[in-house]
T-cell receptor, first 110, second 113 residues
Framework: DAKTTQPNSMESNEEEPVHLPCNHS???????IHWYRQLPSQGPEYVIH???SNVNNRMASLAIAEDRKSSTLILHRATLRDAAVYYC???????????FGTGTRLKVLA | DVKVTQSSRYLVKRTGEKVFLECVQD?????MFWYRQDPGLGLRLIYF???????EKGDIPEGYSVSREKKERFSLILESASTNQTSMYLC????????????FGPGTRLTVL
């Protein structure tokens, strides 16, 4: 199974953009890249996913490197409510496998 | 609004007890999942079900069983609870096997004494 590598923790100031990196050098051509986040005392929630092209939604943007060996989740203006653990996950279509790593704990400073 | 509910937020049981964790989803999803979450280990898949009465083992099925008699309900069973099963248990559901979003419940924190 392809693996992902994320920094253990990051800090950001409120109202500033945050770039959360993820390395996935063993990604296969058909693996989708998903991002979930887990707020304190809650289950994980979906943030965004993509395959090759950059993606935007109301929560965040996903920038995928041209060789797909890395990706970056971008929160355009961090708020205190964005403090969470962010997980980068690879998923092969047609399988149930989501391999969660330990994620990046994002701390947002007021 | 999509919803996955779990029967308890906190549960305390004794070693050797049989424990049932219940999960219900209201989205008519085919797939349901049970994970456990431990510090430093992230989320690990215990079992998943892709249809009523159908199940497949995940990465750490030992010591657990599951039951899915109705589409909306997926139960995790600890036949004889042990202290190393103290953990946060998370249920999730999804519509398709491929890229569809998994929706998670709030979790059950189980302590086995």
């Amino acid at each position: 199974d392809a693996k992902t590598t994320q920094p253990n923790s990051m800090e950001s100031n409120e109202e500033e953009p945050v770039h959360l990196p993820c390395n996935h050098s063993t990604i296969s051509g058909t693996d989708y890249i998903h991002w979930y986040r887990q707020l304190p005392s809650q289950g994980p929630e979906y943030v965004i996913h993509g395959l090759t092209s950059n993606v935007n939604n109301r929560m965040a943007s996903l920038a995928i490197a041209e060789d797909r060996k890395s990706s970056t989740l971008i929160l355009h203006r961090a708020t205190l409510r964005d403090a969470a653990v962010y997980y980068c996950i690879l998923n092969f279509p047609g399988t149930y496998k989501y391999i969660f790593g330990t994620g990046t704990r994002l701390k947002v400073l007021a | 609004d999509v919803k996955v509910t779990q029967s308890s937020r906190y549960l305390v049981k004794r070693t050797g007890e049989k424990v049932f964790l219940e999960c219900v989803q209201d989205m008519d999803h085919e797939n349901m999942f049970w994970y456990r979450q431990d510090p430093g280990l992230g989320l690990r898949l215990i079992y998943f079900s892709y249809d009523v009465k159908m199940k497949e083992k995940g990465d750490i099925p030992e010591g657990y069983s599951v039951s899915r008699e109705k589409k909306e309900r997926f139960s995790l069973i600890l036949e004889s609870a042990s202290t190393n099963q103290t953990s946060m248990y998370l249920c999730a559901s999804s519509l398709l096997l491929s890229t569809d979003t998994q929706y998670f419940g709030p979790g059950t924190r189980l302590t086995v004494l």
